[in-house]
């Protein structure tokens, strides 16, 4: 098939062949790799540094190696470019994205032949599944976190991964224990989060942990809370769904962090007849003040809010318990 060159992302020629042959053969050693492309381990052991040090492939285990998917690996390589290039090369970065994922289709055993419920016992694994879905993600990220201290390993893996969400516009929406408030480097990032534009909301407390990516596929520990054990990465649409009422059950009935400052009763019912859908006439009779009143109040308010519409408004302002 014709190979479309990512050498305008960075990447040669011979790496990008590498690549492509992890894709074809996703669970490939180093000495399949060689026999099949006709390397010496002298010359592929560079190259597949090269590509890990790219985010392109990751060491699995059993010495397999395991490629990004392309979307991660396409959406890495402009990243790693600041974007150099591909703003004007958007018909080469998708004919590059469409060469790529027709390789991955090729793969006995790809990931669209993965069962629902996948066991992943490897806890670096485990952590390039979770980046890789942070890359992936294009809607939102739902996290909840039963512990009351986060320890430094794990802030340093996860605080990156939710600001480059919050900074792509990806909505981020975490779930945190009350007590967690009192251990100060856990309590700094939920307040980071927060300034950031993450929906944070705590509860007195959590028995699950869970990371859902665009209600597509959620992680859950195999046992406990703790991944020690391993995690359940579930792809199957029905028990996805199942994970992420789980989670809305438990955020309607969380406390917002930061607590809403109080709103004056007026402009209160000014929210709620708004978030209603009422009319503006049938909302300003509602809270008893004149149309245009009522219609300047709906402004200052969507702009307290940071709301374009009022759609927007009426959403933010539940996360938010204003309402």
Known sequence: MGEIALSFLGVSGEDERVYRHCLRRPRTTLSELCATLGLDPV?????????????????????????????????????ATNGRGAGHESGRVMASLASLRAEAATAGG????????????????????????????????LSMTPWSAITPEYLAFARPIALRCLRRGVRFRSIMVADSLG??????????????????????????????????????PARGDVLDHGALIVT?????????????????????????????????RVLAAMCSGSLDETGARAVGVSVRTYRRRVADLMRQLGAGSRAQAALLARERGWI
């Open 236 to 268: 199957e649409p029905g028990i996805v769904a199942s994970v992420a009422s789980l989670f809305e059950r438990a955020w309607a009935q969380a406390e917002p962090h930061p607590r809403p400052a109080g709103l004056p009763e007026t402009e209160r």
């Open 43 to 79: 010359d592929a052991l560079p190259r597949l540094r090269r590509l890990r040090s790219l985010g392109l492939v990751r060491l699995a285990p059993g010495g397999r190696i395991a490629p990004a998917l392309p979307e991660t690996a396409v959406a890495r390589l402009a990243a």
């Open 183 to 220: 251990h100060p480097p856990t309590a700094a990032y939920i307040d980071e989060l927060a300034r950031n534009g993450a929906g944070v909301r705590l509860v007195p407390t959590a028995t699950e942990r869970l990371l859902m990516s665009d209600r597509r596929v959620a992680l859950l």
């Open 110 to 141: 790809s990931a669209a032949g993965r069962p629902g419920v996948e066991l992943v016992t490897d806890l670096a694994d485990i952590r390039d599944r979770v980046t890789d879905w942070a890359f992936q993600a294009c809607d939102e990220v």
